[in-house]
C-alpha cells in the first residue's frame, strides 16, 4: 500500500469515528482534508456525501457520490447513496438508474429493491413499486414500514382489497403505522371514509386476520 493512499484510510478511519462520535463538522474537515492533499478516494468520498446527505446538503452530496461512483462503479451502498439524492433533488429518472443498477448487482440486497420501490413510485409505476415491495417482503424480515407502502401503491393502483391486508399485515407488524395508514386511506380517489377510527382499527385487525 502506497504512503499516499495509507494516508488517505487513516484521515478516513478518523473521520468515520467522529462520524459515529456525532462530530458530523470534523469528519467532513478530515474527508476534505484527505481529499485536498491526497488522490481522489472512493471511500472518502463516499463518506462525504453522505455526512452531506445527513445534512441536507444534497448538491454537494450529489457531487461527491458521482465522484465516488467514477472510481467504483459496482460499488452497490455508494448506488443506493446516489439514489437517495437523486430522489432529494427531484431527479427520479436519475434515482430508478441507480437503484435498478444496485438490484442488478445485489439481487439479495432488500435496501436496494426498497429503494427501487421508492424510486418506481416517484415515477408513478404503482405495479412495479408493488413488485419491488414485494421483493423486499420475501427476501427480509417483515417490516411494516414496508407493508404501510405496499398497501399505498396498491391503493393507488386501484387494489383496495389488496390494499387493505397490506395495511392490515403493516398494523399487526407495528401498530405505530396506523396514522400513515389513516392518512394514506383518507385520500379522495379511495372511495371509503372511516369517520370511527377505532372501526378503522378493527377492520385492519380483521385484514390481518385473512392476509
Known amino acids: 500500500m502506497s504512503t499516499a493512499a ?10 468515520i469515528r467522529h462520524a459515529n462520535a456525532g462530530q458530523s463538522d470534523r469528519a ?11 488522490p481522489p478516494h472512493p471511500a472518502v468520498l463516499q463518506l462525504l456525501a453522505t455526512l452531506c446527505a445527513n445534512d441536507a446538503e444534497w448538491p454537494r452530496a450529489a457531487g461527491c457520490i458521482a465522484q465516488s461512483l467514477s472510481l467504483r462503479p459496482d460499488h452497490v451502498p455508494s448506488l ?10 427531484g431527479d427520479w429518472p436519475g ?7 444496485a438490484v442488478r448487482l445485489a439481487p439479495s440486497h432488500a435496501e436496494a429493491w426498497f429503494g427501487l420501490a421508492l424510486a418506481r413510485q416517484d415515477l408513478r409505476d404503482m405495479e412495479g413499486a408493488a413488485v419491488a415491495l414485494r421483493q423486499v417482503l420475501s427476501i427480509a424480515p417483515p417490516r ?3 407493508e404501510t407502502n405496499l398497501g399505498i401503491v396498491l391503493q393507488e393502483a386501484g387494489k383496495m382489497d389488496e390494499a387493505m391486508r397490506a395495511y392490515g399485515r403493516a398494523y399487526r407488524l407495528d401498530e405505530n403505522s396506523f396514522g400513515r395508514i389513516a392518512h394514506a386511506l383518507s385520500t379522495p380517489n379511495v372511495g371509503r371514509l372511516w369517520l370511527d377510527l377505532d372501526h378503522l ?11
Open 80 to 89: 443506493l447513496i446516489a439514489g437517495q439524492v437523486a430522489r432529494e433533488l
Open 144 to 146: 411494516a414500514e414496508v
Open 95 to 101: 434515482a430508478l438508474a441507480h437503484h435498478e443498477r
Open 201 to 211: 382499527r378493527t377492520e385492519l385487525r380483521a385484514c390481518a386476520d385473512i392476509a
Open 6 to 15: 495509507a494516508s488517505a484510510e487513516q484521515c478516513l478511519a478518523l473521520a
Open 28 to 38: 467532513k474537515l478530515l474527508c476534505e482534508h484527505a481529499l485536498a492533499t491526497q
